[in-house]
């Protein structure tokens, strides 16, 4: 899994908020899903976007922080179910992981174990994953995630 450093644009999200373990986002996501269809706004482009707020290195699983989102335009907004957060555009270590969601943890074990001998340093903005196709239409093991670490 080649890790490559790409300028990326900026993305708007509506998200949900979760809390808990990782692996506990679908539910999050669900709920962005069930508040978007019938808004129309789960059409692609849109895609799928957890950005990671809380460092898994130090916080235990059940105090981590996360967003769960979908990726919208400007005419979106918050209200009751959702936040916007706005992702920044900028050079980014992007890690295309093939694979189930269950298995992640490999490709950001490649993700940070690349880190120390490319030269880049991480900028102090959250790690986020976009999900480039429907988990609910793609066999596990074919789904594609990008694992983005903001970079200085």
């Known amino acids: ?4 450093v790409l300028n990326r644009p900026a993305l708007r ?3 949900v908020r979760h809390k808990g373990p990782p692996q506990e986002i679908g539910a999050a996501f669900d709920r962005v899903m069930a508040w ?16 990671y707020l809380s460092d898994m290195t130090t916080v235990p699983p059940k105090d981590q922080e996360a967003l769960a989102g979908l990726s919208v335009g400007p005419d979106v907004e918050a209200d009751d179910t959702v936040v ?5 555009a900028g050079k980014h270590a992007v890690l295309l992981y093939k694979g189930p969601y269950a298995q992640i943890g490999k490709g950001y074990q490649e993700l940070f ?5 490319s030269g880049e340093e991480p900028a102090h903005l959250p790690c986020f994953e976009i999900n480039l196709n429907d ?14 670490l903001p970079l200085k």
């Open 36 to 51: 978007a269809g019938p808004k129309g706004v789960a059409m692609p482009p849109a895609v799928g976007v957890a950005v």
């Open 135 to 148: 988990p609910r239409q793609t066999a596990p093991e074919d789904l594609l995630t990008e694992l983005c």
């Open 13 to 15: 999200i509506a998200a």
């Open 113 to 117: 174990g690349w880190l120390p001998s």
């Open 1 to 4: 899994m080649p890790v490559q």
């Open 84 to 88: 916007i957060h706005e992702i920044p």
